[in-house]
């Protein structure tokens, strides 16, 4: 069965340093990956996608993600983090022909 | 373009009372429909999903059931809420073609058992 894991429930930057967000996956096949943003009392929304063209994927707000087979990761990144970043974002994963697994969640937290 | 109402917004229910809610998609025809729920800490648990009407799976075993009466309706239901049902329910959308077809998800309810 798939899983994910993302490490770190919580992280914390200043703004205009760089965003890291980790997500490892597990899967059985090839899988698709997903990144979404969670703001506070609302639903999830789609940043980005992974579904087996280019492993450098690129998505809304400035943000990207790599699929790294050989690592089973796909973490993701921003160059220079907005105080709009401040949110819940979540990975999530499947091998296609089954519903989304999601991750715990990270808290991005950025400072002034 | 598609869009997917959930309501209510939020929700505060004694304990032992009954629970529905409802999740409409618009602008898409036969879609597959998720409820997932959505406790601190804990990420979003997958409760049920729907490839038609009619179908129903379970995910996981609890004090919750889901109907889907028409192609774009989705309910959730309770005969009688625990406080262990409090929480975040999400609705959710997303088209036939596997899993390259990302989630689309409702504002969600907060539902408080008291």
């Known amino acids: 069965a798939q899983s994910v894991t993302q490490l770190g429930s919580h992280v914390s930057v200043s703004e205009g340093a760089l965003v890291l967000l980790r997500c490892n996956y597990s899967?059985?096949?090839?899988?698709?990956l997903f990144w979404y943003v969670q703001y506070p009392n609302q639903g999830l929304q789609l940043l980005l996608k992974?579904?087996?063209?280019?492993?450098l994927v690129k998505g809304i707000n400035g943000f990207e993600a790599e699929f790294k087979k050989s690592e089973t990761s796909f973490h993701l990144t921003k160059p220079s983090a907005h105080m709009s970043d401040a949110a819940e974002y979540f990975c999530?994963?499947?091998?296609?022909?089954?519903?989304?697994?999601f991750g715990k969640g990270t808290r991005l937290s950025v400072i002034a | 373009s598609q869009t997917i109402h959930q309501w209510p917004a939020t929700l505060v229910q004694p304990v032992g009372s009954p629970l529905s809610l409802e999740c409409t998609v618009e602008?898409?025809?036969?879609?597959?429909l998720y409820w997932y729920r959505q406790a601190a800490g804990r990420g979003l648990q997958l409760l049920f999903y729907?490839?038609?009407?009619?179908?129903i799976s379970s995910e996981v075993p609890q004090n919750l059931s889901a109907s889907r009466p028409q192609d774009r309706q989705f309910i959730l239901s309770s005969k009688k809420l625990l406080l262990s049902d409090s929480g975040f329910y999400l609705c959710?959308?997303?088209?036939?073609?596997?899993?390259?077809?990302?989630?689309?998800f409702g504002n969600g309810t907060r539902l408080t058992v008291t």
């Open positions: 602008g898409t025809s036969n879609p597959n």
């Open positions: 899967s059985s096949v090839p899988p698709y």
């Open positions: 959710a959308w997303n088209l036939r073609t596997g899993g390259r077809s990302p989630l689309h």
């Open positions: 992974y579904t087996s063209a280019a492993t």
């Open positions: 729907s490839v038609g009407i009619g179908q």
């Open positions: 999530a994963v499947t091998p296609g022909n089954t519903p989304l697994v």
